[in-house]
């Protein structure tokens, strides 16, 4: 596979509002181990980004990203927050604010990032934040229901999701549980609940395959692959699969082959660089040569990348990214 066609279609960016990047985290976040954790991972430190601002997280994944012999590009995403009753950010409800201003700058200064929109439809200029957002460049919108207060079954926002049909913008939404923050609302990750884009015609992904997590008395994956049966234009993707949280569920994915044209390569930078998709966790689904080639590639997303080939995943799904995001 040529390295300009694989584009990684799930990562991170971070800050804490240094260098006037706007970004906000929560005291019970900021104060907790695993804010650090993904700090560490990103190779920077509190005081780090309070001297240096926080585009040096974006700094950093660029190099690391370039330095990649098979992946060519990454879409970083932006995350709103929560909504108060009259439409307006409310940070007293919103753990983590990254602004889109902040990630579309970011992806204007390094041609190897593509900026992963994130606009909450129940604010009150939703629509004109989502143009905005195609103006800068946007090749997604993100959303993370279970901690941004989004209900994606609410008829209210049929008119958000007509808009994104007329940009022709994918909706990349987290399904299944949520663990990386302090308090979540698992509810609102049901895939089911992306019903109602679908029916609008909005091209969804579906983050994680749905891979974790019940709703309705039932798997949130059995329910993923009910809608997918369902609907052609529901996509998915691949990433955090190889966690040790999730050890197993990329072949569970994999051994559907009718979803194989709707898959997509993500990493979940930054956590393939906490040791949590580590290959020795693959032990007895791997040979041991291959485990212990595999560990020693320094380059998180090229490791991503070969693990989930060893682990089956074909190599056309590499190329499916580049056609289904708004590139310009």
Known sequence: MDKSMVIDIHTHGAGIGGGGSGCHVAPQLRNSWKFRFYLRAFGVTFADLERDGDMRVLQGMSARLAAAQHVHKAVVFALDGAIDGQGHLDLEKTELYIPNAFI?????????????????????????????????????????????GIDPADRALIPFYKRLVELKLPLLSHTGNEESFTRTDNRLADPERLRLPLEQGVTVIAAHCASNGRNGGEGNFGRFLSLAAAYPHLHADISALTQINRLGHLQRVLARPELHSRLHFGTDMPLPCTGLTSPWFQLGRLPLATIRRLSAIDNPWDQSLQLKLALGLPQAVLGNTPQLLRLN
């Open 104 to 148: 579309a700058q970011a992806c204007r200064e390094h041609n190897n990032l593509l900026f992963g929109a994130s606009v909450n439809p129940r604010r009150r200029d939703a629509l004109e934040q989502l143009d905005a957002a195609v103006a800068d460049g946007a090749v997604l919108l993100k959303w993370l229901p279970s901690i941004q």
